[in-house]
């Protein structure tokens, strides 16, 4: 079992940065693929940014490309740089491990999940 703390979410105007953080308790994450994901009211969650399990391989959504850095620890941690916020970038930010994954953007293949951070972008 592996258990995910988002933290680092808040209210940020648009142009501003924050830096997301995902913790791992459990077990390390050496052997995950990491992926974030983000759900606004009433939506779907959609994915944003994932690297694979040895951590060489990045994908991200065509809205954030250029904007938003993922980056693994290979140990406890995985960041999400958030860099240019625009107000479509509200939403509840989760992160999630996929055992030996590719980083795929497909949420189903994500077996454990965190309880999400709230990030919210002012205009």
């Known amino acids: 079992q592996v258990q995910l703390v988002e933290s680092g979410g808040g209210l940020v105007q648009a142009g501003g940065s924050l830096r997301l953080s995902c913790a791992a308790s459990g077990r390390t994450i050496s052997n995950y693929a990491m992926g974030w994901f983000r759900q606004a009211p009433g939506k779907e969650r959609e994915f944003v940014a994932a690297i694979n399990w040895r951590g060489d391989t990045t994908r991200y959504v065509d809205s954030v490309k250029g904007r938003f850095s993922i980056s693994k620890d290979n140990a406890k941690n995985v960041a999400l740089q958030m860099n240019s916020l625009k107000p479509e970038d509200t939403a509840v930010y989760y992160c999630?491990?996929?055992?030996?994954?590719?980083?795929?953007?497909?949420?189903?293949?994500?077996?454990?999940w965190g309880q999400g951070t709230q990030v919210t972008v002012s205009s």
């Open positions: 999630a491990a996929d055992l030996y994954g590719t980083g795929s953007f497909d949420r189903s293949r994500y077996n454990f």
